[in-house]
């Protein structure tokens, strides 16, 4: 006797395209984006009512895992604007044959790294809030 086949793919068989991936991603990074500027809205208010609060903050932002969180908070933005971008080239009806598809994935991840390394380079490698020596 044959076991009957699932009537709907399963996730151990069906794989994603990484078109969808990249979908499901940039729908994560637009959360992890909003999350980041309550984050930031409330050192805004910290800054405005603490009087050390600069000197808190930067002693926060200057550690390593502080950092990190930055980095990939700015890799996020980064990552979602050029995913924007490429809806935008969509919206116009250009690169929506399936063999263009591989091609604009790589273009758009290989663009929100280099804008994050632009980022990293342009402060010298001392993170956004890190202070550098005279």
Excluded at 22 to 27: G, P
Excluded at 67 to 88: E, K, N, P, S, T
Excluded at 103 to 111: C, M, P, R
Aim: with cysteine; aromatic share 6%.
């Amino acid at each position: 006797m044959t076991r009957p086949r699932p009537l709907s793919p399963h996730l151990q068989v069906y794989r994603l395209p990484f078109t969808a991936i990249l979908s499901i991603s940039h729908r994560i990074t637009g959360v992890l984006l909003s999350v980041g500027l309550l984050f930031i809205a409330g050192l805004l208010v910290l800054l405005a009512t603490a009087p050390d609060g600069f000197s808190l903050i930067q002693s926060g932002m200057v550690t390593l895992p502080g950092r990190i969180v930055l980095w990939l908070w700015v890799y996020a933005l980064c990552f979602h604007a050029c995913h924007g971008v490429r809806h935008l080239i969509w919206d116009s009806l250009h690169g929506l044959n399936k063999r263009s598809l591989p091609l604009h994935n790589l273009v758009e991840l290989a663009t929100s790294v280099i804008l994050t390394v632009g980022a990293i380079l342009l402060t010298d490698g001392q993170g956004l809030i890190g202070h550098s020596t005279p």
